[in-house]
């Protein structure tokens, strides 16, 4: 049986996701990068769902937990921008490949099989990878990076 609050997340999450064809507006602009309305909006929603917090009863718990969302997108842009020019770091596609696969595998654990999360994503396997391959490379990048700092 699938959990219902994985179910609840997983809807929250590919609903705001994979909105596509809207014109989003900017919420911050960080060097060369935009980070979007929408962006910012689906981590929220799924922080606020995380902690139990309904956006339409408590309005102004969820405009905190947005802007937190915002300045942790901008603080994660920042160190994104001085880890690529960082020339020690050196992340392969390889690297990269799996990483995604195991977060696609955990996506499909929790969803109970891969056709219910293709279901659920409404995206095909190659959508998804193509979608995700970006944000996984930045978030290996970052880590690497604030790994060789500490």
Known sequence: MINSFFVQLVLYLFSFLFAQ?????????????????SD???????????????PSKSPYLF??????TLKGFINQSIVLIVAE??????????EIDRALDQQIESFIIN??????F????????RQIRS????????????????FNKI
């Open 118 to 125: 293709l279901e659920m994503a409404g995206m095909s396997m």
């Open 85 to 94: 020019k960082d020339t020690n770091l050196i992340i392969s596609n390889d």
């Open 111 to 116: 969803a109970g099989s891969e056709e219910l």
């Open 63 to 68: 405009k905190e937990i947005y802007l937190s």
């Open 40 to 54: 910012v909006l689906q981590q929220a929603h799924f922080i606020a769902l995380e902690k139990n917090v309904d």
């Open 131 to 146: 979608e995700y391959w970006k944000d996984i490379r930045d978030m290996i990048m970052v880590e690497r990076y604030q």
């Open 21 to 37: 064809g809207k014109i989003d507006g900017v919420a911050a602009i960080v060097g060369d990068n935009l980070l979007l309305h």
